[in-house]
């Protein structure tokens, strides 16, 4: 069956190291995102991309930057960890819209990240 | 941008009773309006979805969620909670841009009491 993975579930590092999350899926989807869900503030949106080579800034993307060499993998790296990135961080994928239609976003199962 | 607004961050509701969670939104437009389920230490689910035409939708586990355009709002409801419906729920927005990117809420903890 197609899914979506997150490597790895749980992490723990050190404020000022590069944290590189990973995101995998196999529906060959061309959409991709990344969010970070924090107690109050819901899921907000990260980066995401439309396709290999495309990235694109979310509302809340400073600290982290992403990259698309494939269809399948979206990693998160954060450059510099901070205490302010401990979270939760959710990537989701979705087939390309199509204009009077809407393609759900499916969700992998979530990196606790804890920066110390 | 568009957003939506979820009050009450935590919903306590007695087993069998009706679930009813609140959602709005704002666009000058309709856009997409959606309600996902968090379980614990899950990723999102997807329980329904408006995207055209009918404004009363049904969802899984006996959800469903009704559009009013006049009223900017996408109510979730549930007529009978089971324990089962212990979980965190989001409403969440997208443009009808063809961006598919979603704006979500602050999200309800509903908590059901025996």
């Known amino acids: 069956d197609a899914e979506i993975t997150q490597s790895p579930r749980h992490k723990i590092t050190e404020t000022g190291r590069q944290v590189t999350l990973a995101c995998h899926q196999t529906?060959?989807?061309?959409?991709m995102f990344w969010y970070r869900q924090d107690l109050g503030h819901g899921l907000r949106l990260i980066h995401y991309?439309?396709?290999?080579?495309?990235?694109n800034k979310g509302e809340v993307s400073d600290g982290y930057s992403v990259s698309r060499s494939n269809t399948e993998d979206l990693p998160l790296t954060l450059e510099s960890a901070a205490s302010s990135q401990t979270s939760v961080y959710f990537c989701?994928?979705?087939?390309?819209?199509?204009?009077?239609?809407?393609?759900?976003?499916?969700f992998g199962p979530g990196t606790r990240l804890t920066v110390l | 941008a568009q957003s939506v607004t979820q009050l009450g961050s935590h919903v306590s509701v007695s087993e069998g009773a009706l679930v009813l969670l609140r959602c709005n939104y704002s666009?000058?437009?309709?856009?997409?309006l959606f309600w996902y389920v968090q379980y614990p230490n899950q990723g999102l689910q997807l329980l329904l979805k408006?995207?055209?035409?009918?404004?009363l939708v049904k969802g899984i586990n006996g959800f469903e969620a009704e559009f009013k355009k006049s009223e900017t709002s996408f109510h979730l409801t549930k007529p009978s909670a089971h324990m089962s419906d212990a979980a965190e729920y989001f409403c969440?927005?997208?443009?009808?841009?063809?961006?598919?990117?979603?704006?979500f809420g602050k999200g309800n903890q509903v908590v059901v009491i025996p």
């Open positions: 991309s439309y396709g290999v080579q495309d990235t």
């Open positions: 969440a927005v997208s443009e009808r841009s063809g961006n598919n990117r979603l704006a």
């Open positions: 666009s000058s437009v309709p856009p997409y």
């Open positions: 989701a994928s979705s087939e390309s819209e199509v204009a009077g239609s809407y393609n759900e976003q499916f």
């Open positions: 529906w060959n989807h061309n959409n």
């Open positions: 408006y995207t055209s035409a009918a404004t």
